[in-house]
């Protein structure tokens, strides 16, 4: 039965137990004193530690710096500066690594081993001025985007405009310039409103002359901008979310590294402490408990409670369903989320359901902060989640449950 501090200490069934330090138990109720560790790396600073299975790295930051652990030598190699020494979340998607916290969002691709920063900053507008060329007369709107080596284009900038009275051309001066870069070039036609593709070019040229209508697709990225850090970051769908204070953020459809920031949020009530996705929704936790953002498109999800139980914050894994008993979970077929909450572990159904394993016999104080690993020891299968003390600042304690 394991631990159970509900019940009296008179009614403790058999197999109950009130405390149980360093000990694991097994399903069948067997007590086994759970194994010692050993000191392979001491270092000061540590903190976020992650297996990305997709990857087979195994990363932790040291202060604000993000590193690669060898598990065979311990040895930490430096992968890029963060702007803060926040606990960072993690999130993979399609062999793609995410790292986020307070003030940093970054990725590291699947076919690289060098992180970049997650969209690309929005130029400035250039300064706009009459040249020759071929355009008719009239009012013209310009834009620009930068494009990095990987294709992808960041948020266009502030609308320029310029008026033609003889027609000719628009120059653009005061262009950003960068080795790795290119700028394009998005024109409206003479007294239009619709932002055309008219010309791209390496961005090493402090101006450029546009002589020609353009020709080509409109541009997408008006208003756009990088997606802003958060405490946790999840894939949901094709997009990139991210929750930070009470608001969870939602990037582009098939642009996951950029935002409309006024209008790609969702606001709650408190602190958000939970942000999981199990591909048909989204649960999100604050203080009024656990929501589920039901459907695809975040732009449409249809919000329920379904937990009145609040999640220990930051204490949410993905558990494969091969782990999992076969009662109630037998059909499912991708990862659910395992968090812990008030009432014990809790976990997260594809329709939004949860699962409460054993809230009879396991309470948890408000306004803890922990983080879980799932562990597979000697056979066992566990969720183990250390989680501050509420007794003292300088000692902590740790909750675990064989869920198989």
Same mark, same amino acid.
């Given at each position: 039965?394991?631990?159970?501090?509900?019940?009296?200490?008179?009614?403790?069934?058999?197999?109950?137990?009130?405390?149980?330090?360093? %000990?694991?138990?097994?399903?069948?109720?067997?007590?086994?004193?759970?194994?010692? &560790?050993?000191?392979?790396?001491?270092?000061?600073?540590?903190?976020? =530690?992650?297996?990305?299975?997709?990857?087979?790295?195994?990363?932790?930051?040291?202060?604000?710096?993000?590193?690669?652990?060898?598990?065979?030598?311990? /040895?930490?190699?430096?992968?890029?500066?963060?702007?803060?020494? $926040?606990?960072?979340?993690?999130?993979?998607?399609?062999?793609?690594? &995410?790292?986020?916290?307070?003030?940093?969002?970054?990725?590291?691709?699947? @076919?690289?081993?060098?992180?970049?920063?997650?969209?690309?900053?929005?130029?400035?507008?250039?300064?706009?001025?009459?040249?020759?060329?071929?355009?008719?007369?009239?009012?013209?709107?310009?834009?620009?985007?930068?494009?990095?080596?990987?294709?992808?284009?960041?948020?266009?900038?502030?609308?320029?405009?310029?008026?033609?009275?003889?027609?000719?051309?628009?120059?653009?001066?005061?262009?950003?310039?960068?080795?790795? $870069?290119?700028?394009?070039?998005?024109?409206?036609? #003479?007294?239009? @409103?619709?932002?055309?593709?008219?010309? +791209? !070019?390496?961005?090493? !040229?402090?101006? &450029?002359?546009?002589? /020609?209508?353009? *020709?080509?697709?409109?541009? @997408?990225?008006?208003?756009?901008?990088?997606?802003?850090?958060? /405490?946790? %970051?999840?894939?949901?769908?094709?997009?990139?979310?991210?929750?930070?204070?009470?608001?969870?953020?939602?990037? *582009?459809?098939?642009?996951? $590294?950029?935002?409309?920031?006024? $209008?790609?949020?969702?606001?709650?009530?408190?602190?958000?402490?939970?942000? +999981?996705?199990?591909?048909?929704?989204?649960?999100?936790?604050?203080?009024?408990?656990?929501?589920?953002?039901?459907?695809?498109?975040?732009?449409?999800? +249809?919000?329920?409670?379904?937990?009145?139980?609040?999640?220990?914050?930051?204490?949410?894994?993905?558990?494969?369903? +091969?782990?999992?008993?076969?009662?109630?979970?037998?059909?499912?077929?991708?990862?659910?989320?395992?968090? =812990?909450?008030?009432?014990?572990?809790?976990?997260?159904?594809?329709?939004? /359901?949860?699962?409460?394993?054993?809230?009879?016999?396991?309470?948890?104080?408000?306004?803890?902060?922990?983080?879980?690993?799932?562990?597979?020891?000697?056979?066992?299968?566990? %969720?183990?989640?250390?989680?501050?003390?509420?007794?003292? #600042?300088?000692?902590?304690?740790?909750?675990?449950?064989?869920?198989?």
């Amino acid at each position: 039965m394991g631990v159970d501090v509900l019940s009296n200490e008179t009614a403790l069934v058999a197999g109950a137990v009130r405390i149980a330090n360093n %000990v694991d138990i097994g399903r069948a109720g067997q007590f086994k004193r759970r194994k010692g &560790y050993t000191q392979r790396a001491g270092r000061a600073g540590l903190h976020s =530690l992650y297996y990305a299975a997709q990857r087979g790295w195994t990363v932790v930051a040291r202060d604000a710096e993000l590193c690669r652990l060898d598990t065979r030598t311990h /040895e930490l190699a430096p992968l890029t500066l963060l702007n803060s020494a $926040h606990p960072l979340w993690y999130t993979e998607y399609n062999g793609n690594l &995410y790292f986020s916290n307070q003030t940093t969002l970054g990725w590291i691709p699947a @076919d690289s081993d060098t992180p970049r920063r997650v969209g690309l900053v929005t130029p400035p507008a250039p300064v706009l001025t009459e040249a020759e060329g071929g355009l008719l007369p009239g009012t013209y709107g310009v834009v620009i985007t930068m494009v990095n080596d990987r294709g992808e284009e960041s948020g266009a900038s502030n609308l320029g405009t310029i008026q033609l009275p003889e027609g000719g051309g628009i120059r653009l001066s005061g262009l950003p310039q960068s080795a790795v $870069h290119t700028v394009y070039v998005y024109i409206t036609s #003479a007294d239009g @409103d619709i932002l055309r593709f008219a010309a +791209e !070019f390496p961005a090493v !040229f402090p101006s &450029y002359v546009v002589a /020609e209508s353009a *020709q080509g697709a409109q541009c @997408d990225t008006l208003f756009l901008t990088p997606l802003p850090p958060g /405490e946790f %970051v999840c894939w949901h769908n094709g997009r990139l979310l991210t929750a930070k204070d009470n608001h969870v953020v939602f990037s *582009q459809a098939l642009r996951p $590294h950029l935002h409309n920031p006024a $209008h790609n949020f969702i606001p709650f009530s408190g602190r958000i402490s939970l942000l +999981e996705s199990n591909g048909e929704g989204v649960f999100v936790g604050d203080e009024r408990g656990v929501w589920f953002l039901a459907g695809k498109d975040p732009s449409r999800f +249809e919000l329920r409670r379904v937990s009145s139980c609040r999640a220990v914050r930051r204490s949410s894994v993905m558990v494969p369903p +091969e782990h999992l008993p076969e009662k109630p979970f037998s059909e499912l077929s991708a990862p659910v989320p395992v968090w =812990l909450s008030t009432s014990g572990y809790v976990v997260g159904m594809p329709n939004g /359901e949860v699962v409460e394993l054993h809230p009879d016999r396991i309470k948890v104080p408000n306004g803890l902060v922990g983080r879980s690993a799932f562990l597979l020891r000697e056979g066992r299968k566990q %969720v183990v989640t250390p989680v501050n003390s509420t007794l003292t #600042a300088t000692f902590g304690n740790a909750v675990d449950s064989v869920i198989s």
